[in-house]
């Protein structure tokens, strides 16, 4: 072996502790992303849509169909620029979206007759029958909160309210956000 050569050495690496998706290490520290309100409702939002993927394959749903879905169940027929603006998608999203929920026969999409411009979207047969089915993907959810997460109600009312658009008025947690054109805020006067 010539003498100018030294032998190869491996640099190892230090073993590290397993790291969640929200920076959690398995002693639980946090490291400061994990701390972004942001970053922490992404990551809980696709963690939701995870949890119900399997049941909602068992159904022939896809999440995104699945909350047009909610929405027709609790309000019924509804336009699609109101689905649009209750769901925050954009038409070029939606309007796919609605076209291969009609293909599998889950929604009719009728112009409305005082206003061909508008078309709306209800649930048809087929799409109703999948209610009492898609209550367990709910339940499923409810039943994984963590115990010392904030009460349900609590949960979704600040979600509701963080989701108002900025300058609306809150009615509060049990009432949904609006359709239509949001209430304006009265300025504040200072004295």
């Not at 398995?26 to 992303?33: C, E, F, L, P």
């Given at each position: 072996?010539?003498?100018?050569?030294?032998?190869a050495?491996?640099?190892?690496?230090?073993?590290?502790?397993?790291?969640?998706?929200?920076?959690?290490?398995?002693?639980?520290?946090?490291?400061?992303?994990?701390?972004?309100?942001?970053?922490?409702?992404?990551?809980?939002?696709?963690?939701?849509?995870?949890?119900?993927?399997?049941?909602?394959?068992?159904?022939?749903?896809t999440f995104p169909?699945?909350?047009?879905?909610?929405?027709?169940?609790?309000?019924?027929?509804?336009?699609?620029?109101?689905l649009?603006?209750?769901?925050?998608l954009?038409?070029?999203?939606?309007?796919p979206?609605?076209?291969r929920?009609e293909?599998s026969?889950?929604?009719?999409?009728?112009?409305?007759?005082?206003?061909?411009?508008?078309?709306?979207?209800?649930?048809?047969?087929?799409?109703?029958a999948?209610?009492?089915?898609?209550?367990?993907?709910?339940?499923?959810?409810?039943?994984?909160?963590?115990?010392?997460?904030?009460?349900?109600?609590?949960?979704?009312?600040?979600?509701?309210?963080?989701?108002?658009?900025?300058?609306?008025l809150?009615?509060?947690?049990d009432?949904?956000?609006?359709?239509?054109?949001?209430v304006?805020?009265?300025?504040?006067?200072?004295?």
């Amino acid at each position: 072996m010539d003498q100018d050569r030294q032998p190869a050495t491996v640099a190892m690496a230090a073993p590290q502790r397993p790291v969640t998706a929200l920076g959690r290490t398995a002693d639980r520290t946090v490291d400061q992303t994990g701390d972004h309100l942001s970053l922490v409702l992404h990551v809980a939002a696709r963690a939701l849509a995870g949890r119900c993927r399997p049941r909602l394959e068992r159904l022939g749903l896809t999440f995104p169909q699945y909350l047009v879905m909610l929405v027709l169940w609790d309000r019924g027929p509804t336009t699609v620029g109101e689905l649009g603006a209750f769901l925050r998608l954009d038409s070029g999203t939606l309007s796919p979206l609605l076209k291969r929920m009609e293909t599998s026969g889950l929604v009719d999409r009728r112009r409305r007759p005082d206003d061909e411009r508008r078309v709306e979207v209800s649930a048809t047969e087929a799409g109703e029958a999948l209610r009492g089915p898609a209550q367990e993907v709910e339940a499923h959810l409810r039943a994984a909160l963590p115990a010392s997460s904030l009460a349900y109600g609590a949960l979704v009312g600040a979600l509701r309210e963080l989701a108002e658009p900025e300058g609306t008025l809150t009615a509060g947690p049990d009432v949904r956000p609006p359709v239509t054109t949001p209430v304006t805020a009265p300025a504040l006067t200072t004295s």
